[in-house]
């Protein structure tokens, strides 16, 4: 893996780990592009149960790479539509379609669309030292990165609004007493805490857990008549698995389960 996105496994667990330590992880043309590689590859890795989201250095991720932006000789709005759509879109897209869970471990500052990226995750676990910022507003635009959309499912509208409209800085405390954060732990024990969290998720049965992800992902725009017929087509597919099978005959056999993703 390039060098701007490094990648380590620990056992059933990958830690994605942005790496661009001196511009805070900014996410410039390399980034977007190796993020990308990277999320469609563990997505596709059957070996792999969850995933944890990371930044290197000081800070998680201080959004889009303005001065690469910058020094793009097409600096129009139609490019930056189509970045948006092309270029950022797809990263959010592959973390929240995944069938598997994966954990924001947010250091330091997470903006931009480094808030999107963390808000993109299924689980956050902040460092005591971190926050959340959306400042668009602040230089005439409107939040991007999906943001808005992400937020308001956690918070709702109206306290989505107050922080986007007056581009709060979210601190973990904040986060954690909103419900957009999990957990809220010392830096010196965030990793370690995201990567055993995500351990203790990769143990869980693969299907199952790729359908509970699927249904409440799907809930989010379905009305309660379809998401109950998704649920039920999802329950039948479960039951057929040979996990399911082992849940309840390990259950019989007071041992634990051996799921293989079958």
């Known amino acids: 893996m390039t060098s701007v996105i490094r990648t380590k496994r620990h056992d059933?667990?990958?830690?994605?780990?942005?790496?661009?330590?001196?511009?805070?992880?900014?996410?410039n043309l390399e980034a977007r592009r190796a993020l990308a590689t990277a999320l469609d590859t563990v997505?596709?890795?059957?070996?792999?149960?969850?995933?944890?989201?990371?930044?290197?250095?000081?800070?998680?991720c201080a959004g889009a790479d303005l001065k690469s932006g910058a020094a793009n000789p097409d600096p129009t709005p139609r490019r930056t539509a189509r970045a948006l759509v092309h270029d950022f879109q797809p990263l959010v897209?592959?973390?929240?379609?995944?069938?598997?869970?994966?954990?924001?471990?947010?250091?330091?500052?997470?903006?931009?669309?480094?808030?999107?990226?963390?808000?993109?995750?299924?689980?956050?676990?902040?460092?005591?030292?971190?926050?959340?910022?959306?400042?668009?507003?602040?230089?005439?635009?409107?939040?991007?990165?999906?943001?808005?959309?992400?937020?308001?499912?956690?918070?709702?509208?109206?306290?989505?609004?107050?922080?986007l409209a007056e581009a709060q800085k979210l601190d973990a405390q904040r986060c954690l007493d909103l419900g957009v954060a999990n957990r809220v732990v010392e830096?010196?024990?965030?990793?370690?805490?995201?990567?055993?969290?995500?351990?203790?998720l990769a143990a869980r049965a693969p299907i199952a857990l790729a359908m509970t992800k699927r249904i409440i992902r799907l809930s989010e725009t379905a009305n309660l008549s379809d998401a109950m017929a998704m649920e039920a087509e999802m329950q039948t597919l479960c039951a057929a698995t040979e996990d399911s099978r082992e849940a309840i005959a390990a259950f019989a056999e007071k041992r634990p389960p051996k799921f293989q993703g079958r």
């Open 12 to 27: 059933r667990v990958m830690l994605i780990e942005l790496h661009r330590p001196d511009a805070l992880n900014a996410i």
């Open 43 to 60: 997505a596709r890795d059957p070996d792999v149960g969850a995933v944890v989201l990371a930044g290197a250095g000081r800070s998680f």
């Open 93 to 163: 897209e592959c973390i929240t379609r995944m069938d598997k869970p994966v954990i924001a471990a947010v250091h330091g500052g997470a903006v931009g669309f480094g808030m999107s990226l963390a808000l993109a995750c299924d689980l956050m676990v902040m460092a005591s030292n971190a926050y959340l910022l959306s400042s668009f507003v602040n230089v005439g635009l409107v939040p991007d990165g999906g943001v808005a959309w992400l937020l308001s499912r956690r918070i709702g509208y109206g306290r989505t609004f107050e922080a």
């Open 187 to 200: 830096p010196e024990a965030l990793r370690d805490t995201a990567l055993e969290w995500a351990a203790q």
